[in-house]
């Protein structure tokens, strides 16, 4: 499925999904959840991929979520929208490596997503973020597990829970990026990470995978539990007056 601002193609075995709404820095809509959601899906069942490469825009991986689009969609359903909710267990589904080539901010689940990749190239002008917590929320993508098992606890804390952002030297410190290269080389970076992964054999790399990833179900279990919390802290007073206070800036 592609849409305007999410382009997928396939080429040599390597499905590349492409986050494209620049004006926005890939503030991701539902329709861009649902779109990479179902190229994720796609790859499962389909032979002819061998790894899915993840993408942003010069500057800009991902700003995170469009906050105007999920608020109103927390708002109709009482908490994390359905389509986010799909993209994350896609994340976590999905049967093929996938590699992904940041450049500029990675905020929010612009970051989170990365935990589920297996190899991350940064460009120097990378910027990581979390800002759950200062918006009254929590952590998710199951981050609130595999951060702290990635970085230790406190690196993670400090990411998670205290906002504080991450440069890719920093990035690639921790673990959360696997290479650091000039902005203008994060695609073919990241192409050649990719076909270097497609060109060994499929079999032995999905075993392989597989057992370094361990059984999914825990992983799962803790984006339910995760988006339960999240959708109790949406309606808490601290989210309302932090929502208020991020909107009355923005205007």
């Known amino acids: 499925m592609t849409t305007e601002h999410v382009i997928v193609t396939d080429a040599d075995g390597i499905r590349t999904i492409r986050m494209s709404r620049p004006d926005k820095k890939n503030a991701l809509t539902l329709a861009m959840y649902e779109a990479m959601t179902a190229a994720l899906e796609g790859a499962n069942v389909d032979g002819s991929v061998r790894c899915v490469l993840i993408a942003g825009m010069p500057g800009a991986f991902s700003a995170g979520n469009d906050l105007t689009d999920f608020l109103k969609a927390a708002e109709s359903t009482g908490g994390l929208n359905r389509p986010a909710l799909r993209f994350l267990s896609a994340l976590i589904r999905c049967n ?43 952590p998710e993508a199951a981050s609130s597990l595999l951060a702290p ?97 991020f909107f009355a800036r923005k205007r």
């Open 96 to 138: 093929k490596p996938m590699v992904a080539a940041v450049s500029g901010v990675a905020v929010g689940v612009g970051t989170t997503m990365l935990f589920h990749c297996d190899f991350v190239v940064a460009g120097s002008d990378a910027y990581f973020s979390t800002p759950f917590v200062s918006l009254g929320l929590i």
């Open 149 to 245: 098992r990635l970085m230790g606890q406190r690196r993670a804390f400090e990411l998670l829970v205290m906002g504080h952002p991450l440069n890719a030297t920093h990035a690639k410190e921790v673990g959360i990026a696997n290479i650091v290269v000039a902005p203008e080389d994060v695609d073919a970076e990241g192409l050649k990470a990719a076909r270097e992964i497609a060109a060994l054999p499929a079999g032995a790399v999905a075993l392989s995978r597989a057992l370094m990833r361990g059984a999914t179900d825990e992983l799962l279990a803790r984006i339910d539990q995760e988006a339960k919390i999240f959708s109790e802290r949406l309606n808490s007073p601290e989210a309302k007056v932090a929502f208020e206070a």
